[in-house]
């Protein structure tokens, strides 16, 4: 029998900001169906490491694969028609467009639908992130919960194999966040998903794997429960207290 092979495996992953290292030698491997929670303290590298993975990024070394292909020297337009794509930590909408409009733009240059069948997929899109009633809304003059949900489904429109969330709860109340995390829930399926988020009850929810970034460094890598009650991960923290009381 042929092995199959991971979903999306990324090798080395480093990025350097002049002489500082924002990610360090990051391995991440993803079978198809599965989501990981990353987490780590401000400044860990999270963001840095999903933004060279979608593209956004250069990498200054490692390499990117998903299904096989090599990704590592692909565009973000690219890798995005390639089966990756992010919600950003930062909402990247276009203000004065409406929400349909913001959402055509990735089904026609990300999932390459047109006319008809462009339309069908951004009204499913609508449905599936809760967003059908602002879909003539101008983006610039959503509230959070609703600008959240777009910068989900901005990506979910480009029909991605691995879809990376970046801090898509933060903000919200504890009812929002748990209609993010029946969203999330309702995406898992055929694809993989990497979601960093600083609310680990969300990650327990939707992950079933658990990652944790620390100084640009993958420092922990497995099951949920596993990760959750390592002595290292407290320590993380921990230091993050300690200097933040000091
Ligand atoms: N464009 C940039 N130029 C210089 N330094 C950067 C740049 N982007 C990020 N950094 C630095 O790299 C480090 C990692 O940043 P990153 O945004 O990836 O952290 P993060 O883990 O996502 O943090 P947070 O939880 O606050 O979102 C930080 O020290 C940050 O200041
Ligand atoms: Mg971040």
């Given at each position: ?51 060279l993975i979608v593209g956004s990024l250069r990498a ?187």
């Amino acid at each position: 029998m042929t092995p199959v092979g991971p979903l999306f495996q990324a090798n080395g992953v480093t990025k350097r900001f002049g002489g500082f290292t924002a990610v360090s030698g990051v391995d991440l491997t993803l079978g198809t169906g599965e989501s990981v929670g990353v987490i780590g303290p401000n400044g860990a590298g999270k963001s840095t490491l999903l933004g060279l993975i979608v593209g956004s990024l250069r990498a200054d070394a490692g390499t990117l694969e998903l299904e096989g292909r090599d990704m590592s020297r692909l565009s973000l337009p690219d890798r995005v028609q390639g089966g990756i794509a992010r919600a950003a930590q930062i909402p990247q909408t276009f203000a004065r467009l409406t929400v349909r409009e913001n959402l055509r733009l990735p089904a026609v240059f990300g999932a390459r639908l047109h006319g008809a069948e462009a339309s069908d997929w951004v009204d499913e899109v609508l449905t599936l992130t809760g967003l059908t009633d602002h879909a003539g809304a101008v983006a610039g003059e959503l509230g959070l919960l609703s600008r959240k949900r777009l910068e989900l489904a901005k990506a979910v429109a480009a029909r991605p194999r691995l879809l990376l969330l970046d801090e898509i709860a933060a903000g919200l109340t504890q009812h929002e966040i748990e209609t993010m995390i029946g969203l999330v829930k309702s995406l898992r399926s055929d694809r993989a998903i990497v979601w960093v988020e600083h609310i680990p009850f969300a990650l327990r929810e939707t992950c079933e794997r658990l990652v944790v970034l620390d100084k640009g460094e993958k420092i922990l890598d497995g099951a949920f429960a596993t990760v959750w009650e390592d002595e290292r991960l407290q320590s993380v923290y921990m230091g993050v207290a300690d200097h933040a009381a000091a």
